[in-house]
């Protein structure tokens, strides 16, 4: 490992290069990047970054969101396969036909989804975000795509009309009440963190609902000393590496995303050295999908 990470280093600087890891991908992939983070953060990285490539270790979903942003820079991805299920779980038809309903309709559109969803869109938004964002909009009549889940959050805290779309993440979507309620019985001290992204009947079991990136923050700033996190399983890297004598308990099965553990340092190092699994995005399509993008960023200042 040491050797592969000295060649990667060599590489980075060679070709101007930055490694950009999601916090869900394995350990050893987190450990040789140079920013960690939610999608949020890392589509801001992205952005600003001053490297001419990116290798993002993350899903197509994320690598489109960066070449969208950068058209100008290179963005490559160490495995081409790794997908976001829910990044599909809506089409560009059902959002106009919906237009076509409410006349004041603000389609929004979380993140996690492909560029052809983002070109129908009004806004992006993120788990972080999602809740100020479309509180912020003068619309009254809102349709969010493509996760059922997050949409339902934010319809329970916002005065809005959300009208939700059939879509959902299948590792947070199939963790059940029931496990996290073992987890609570068994650990009755551990304060219950989770993401937004989980089903109603498991977020009324939280103590805290938010980001990846959210949660994180909080067991940083929490005096308590134990948690259980209902989110994937790839965030423990995080958690362990800033609260080292604090103790972290997930649910059974464990939530595990395959695709995000598809990366590995090794495709990392091969993507980069021989300019593998390049992402490309036309023209129109880049330019209709950058609109919801920067709106994102404008609101979520």
Aim: aromatic letters at 6%.
């Amino acid at each position: 490992m040491k050797d592969l990470k000295e060649k990667i280093t060599a590489l980075k600087a060679e070709k101007n290069a930055v490694i950009l890891a999601h916090y869900y991908v394995s350990p050893d992939v987190q450990e040789i990047a140079d920013y960690v983070g939610d999608s949020f953060y890392l589509a801001k990285i992205a952005k600003s970054s001053d490297a001419e490539t990116i290798v993002f270790c993350g899903v197509e979903f994320m690598g489109e969101s960066a070449k969208i942003l950068s058209p100008e820079k290179t963005v490559l991805m160490p495995d081409a396969s790794a997908d976001c299920p829910m990044a599909h779980m809506a089409s560009a038809e059902s959002v106009l036909e919906m237009k076509k309903k409410y006349s004041d309709l603000a389609v929004v559109c979380y993140i996690n989804s492909s560029a052809e969803l983002k070109t129908v869109s009004d806004v992006c938004v993120t788990s972080a975000n999602a809740l100020k964002i479309v509180n912020a909009l003068p619309n009254e009549n809102i349709y969010f795509i493509p996760d059922k889940n997050l949409g339902s959050f934010v319809r329970k805290n916002s005065d809005k009309n959300i009208l939700l779309n059939e879509g959902w993440c299948p590792i947070h979507n199939n963790i059940t009440a029931e496990s996290v309620k073992k987890l609570k019985n068994k650990h009755p001290c551990a304060k219950v963190l989770m993401h937004p992204e989980c089903t109603e009947d498991v977020l009324s079991c939280a103590d805290y609902i938010g980001s990846t990136s959210g949660i994180i923050e909080y067991t940083e700033k929490s005096p308590e000393k134990e948690f259980i996190i209902i989110t994937e399983i790839g965030v423990i890297y995080e958690l362990q590496k800033r609260n080292p004598n604090k103790k972290f308990y997930f649910p059974e099965p464990l939530p595990v995303c395959a695709d995000m553990k598809k990366i590995t340092a090794e495709k990392v190092y091969s993507c980069l050295r021989d300019n593998l699994n390049k992402v490309e995005i036309d023209d129109k399509t880049r330019e209709k999908a950058l609109i919801p993008l920067n709106r994102m960023l404008e609101l979520a200042r």
